[in-house]
């Protein structure tokens, strides 16, 4: 792989920075909430992209660069940029295709665990699956709400290895009842995760390169990309618990309807 | 004798990939993802340098740097920066970072490749 490829997509991201109008106290002026997120998600892309450029950098050095783990992290980062995009389009309708529909958690949760496994394995992250139980089907958009678990699903994983716990890190996509609906979720060792930190992460992504800075060393982007997708579609993203881990969690209404036929 | 690397690298893609290129020099190098690794691990192996991220899980790296710099032991342990963070944004307390916290070099991430790191680990070592 040609080493250069690296450094050139890393200038792509340092120009997307440069973009963000900066005045005249070096004070950045976030005209938008879609302004913020772009910030957020400029600075979590810096990572995958100095990891692929650092593994090729090893692979041109005669040394051991594995080509599945650029492959896992090229992919996970497309799949940040293609969840940004339709958080995007989510909240501006651009599209007729964004209605929402009938959706088995149980299923979503089972393709996000498909689509994570690579990931957790680079990262040293066991991934559980826990879908027991039967759940009647929820009325939501498939894509997003399988972007949003994803998003915050692989924000958690990164985030992993970093936790003071010494134990084997464990991430579980989840689903239980609750009393106000169907809870879908990523849990995970991480007592960093309250409310108090992702109200102060909210007030401050977009203005801070961490604004999570008890759950992420990043600026955990996957986590504003999954907020801004389900705010578009009337969800909210909560601090949620599932057998003793912590995690978020949206909490989906089931449809009498739906559960009738 | 081999010379011991302290390497904080809070992401374990990277940290893996640093710790590859440093052992290519001959360097014995151990990991710490946070802080409290750190300290455990810099008591126990008594580290010859130190590379240090300044985006950590819960603490500030500067913070933390401080507090390794309160241990009597490890005053003379030289330190590299090695950060996501750009170093313009430390303008302001690079003096700071050199005079109380006795950092070495402040290397910014995307513009520091492999070569150039064992470059700079390379010459502090002898120097």
Redesign the interface.
Known sequence: MNTDLGSILLLQVQSIEGSIVVDDSSNIQLNSVSQQLLLSIAEQMKMPLLQISRQAEIGSMGLTSDFTNIQTLAENALSLIDGYSLGLQLNRKLSYELESESVSVSSILYDADQQLKALARLYNVQLELNIGGKYGPVLAHKKGLLAAIIGLASAIIEALPSQPDETQKTLSLATHRCRYGIVAGVYANIPGISSDALKRGRKLYGFSRQPLVEISHTSGAGIFVADSILKAMKLNLHVSRHRRMYGLGVVLQPSSQLTMV | MTKKILLIE?????AD??R??LS?MGLNVISA??A??AIILADDESPDLVIC?L????HSGVEFLYEFRSYADWLKIPIIILS??PPYEFSCSQIGLKRELGVESYLY??QT???RLLEVVGSTLNS
């Open positions: 809070p992401d374990n893609v990277l990939i640093y590859n290129g290519s993802y946070n409290q690794q991220e985006q950590l899980v819960d996501i963070v991430k995307p490749n492999l070569h």
